[in-house]
């Protein structure tokens, strides 16, 4: 009977994280208007590229070469143009490993995200890679960290030559980490948004500030208008009803999260109370789509961390994951 308890418990336990999803997702290369592109995966990390009169700027470098190199032979059946800007919307593993596959004359990021980088590279580079091993193909590829080599503050423009007229590289305030940027056309009024907004994707916020995410920095991104937007996961988004209300499922996630976490810290219940609470509030809504449940321990971490006055996200380890893991989806 004791075996049998011991089995029965075992069978009950979550998979940790992403290690159980090992099933290729089919890859959509979407043309979102002349010379303007993205490619969605199922819920997995989200890429694009826009072109200029003679260069490419890409958003995003996936985990691995190996992973970017896919994506840029699928890219090169549209165009053959080098690529001089590599744009990098924050500084996770997943997002910024594969840089290297680009050969781009400048890889361009938030200032917060080259602090990052420094500050924590190496233990998100094993998190997140223990986290999601689908995604990290080829592994042995990366040759390093990745470093920015132009770095802003506030906002940077690229001018994409002839008439189709300017990138705008901006910073819109803390959000999913503190060094998120989007990237706007606003000829075609077409956003990359990065993580900063998910469309039918669970919120990752283990890295996040979700307050100001919430609020200020979500009202500077609706308030771009954009009649396109390529959140970090997810499909891409066409007319404006649909991008605002990938924007609001965004902030309705954030806000539910705030509320039932801060709840049970207010009344000085536990951090697996809140997390029970949470999952209670978010699952009905959000539990079936991607990575729901591989995020929401990490999520819940670090907004109880947040509440209790930790201002900066502690750094994530592969150690710290798993205890946290084993506490809250056991």
């Not at 609706?222 to 209300?245: D, F, Q």
Request: net charge negative; glycine share 8%.
């Amino acid at each position: 009977m004791a075996q049998q308890n011991v089995a029965g418990q075992n069978a009950a336990r979550k998979a940790f994280a992403s290690s159980a999803d090992l099933d290729d997702k089919e890859q959509t290369l979407e043309v979102l208007a002349d010379g303007v592109y993205a490619l969605t995966a199922e819920g997995d990390p989200n890429v694009g590229a826009v072109e200029g009169e003679d260069f490419l700027v890409c958003f995003e470098a996936m985990a691995t070469p190996v992973a970017a190199r896919g994506w840029l032979r699928r890219l090169r059946e549209h165009t053959d143009k080098p690529v001089r800007y590599l744009v990098l919307s924050h500084y996770h593993a997943v997002r910024v490993l594969g840089a290297s596959a680009f050969d781009a004359d400048v890889v361009v990021a938030h200032e917060n995200t080259r602090a990052l980088v420094a500050e924590r590279g190496e233990q998100d580079w094993a998190s997140e890679f223990a986290r999601m091993p689908r995604l990290a193909t080829g592994a042995e590829s990366v040759p390093g960290l990745t470093w920015p080599t132009l770095t802003f503050s506030d906002r940077l423009t690229i001018d994409l030559g002839g008439d189709r007229g300017d990138l705008v590289l901006e910073y819109c305030g803390r959000g999913h980490t503190e060094g998120d940027l989007v990237a706007w056309l606003p000829k075609q009024r077409i956003l990359y948004a990065g993580d900063l907004v998910e469309s039918e994707a669970a919120l990752y916020t283990g890295d996040a500030f979700h307050r100001e995410w919430a609020s200020s920095t979500l009202d500077r991104v609706a308030a771009y208008e954009a009649e396109v937007l390529v959140g970090g996961r997810g499909a891409a988004t066409r007319g404006r009803a649909a991008v605002t209300a990938a924007i609001e499922q965004t902030r309705d996630f954030l806000a539910v999260l705030i509320r039932e976490v801060g709840a049970v810290h207010e009344a000085g219940g536990t951090l697996k109370d809140a997390f029970d609470r949470a999952h209670a509030a978010l699952e009905p809504r959000y539990g079936r789509w991607p990575i729901f449940e591989h995020c929401l321990p990490f999520d819940v971490s670090r907004l109880w961390d947040e509440l209790s006055g930790v201002e900066r996200p502690v750094i994530w380890t592969a150690e710290r994951d798993r205890e946290v893991w084993a506490q809250l989806q056991s």
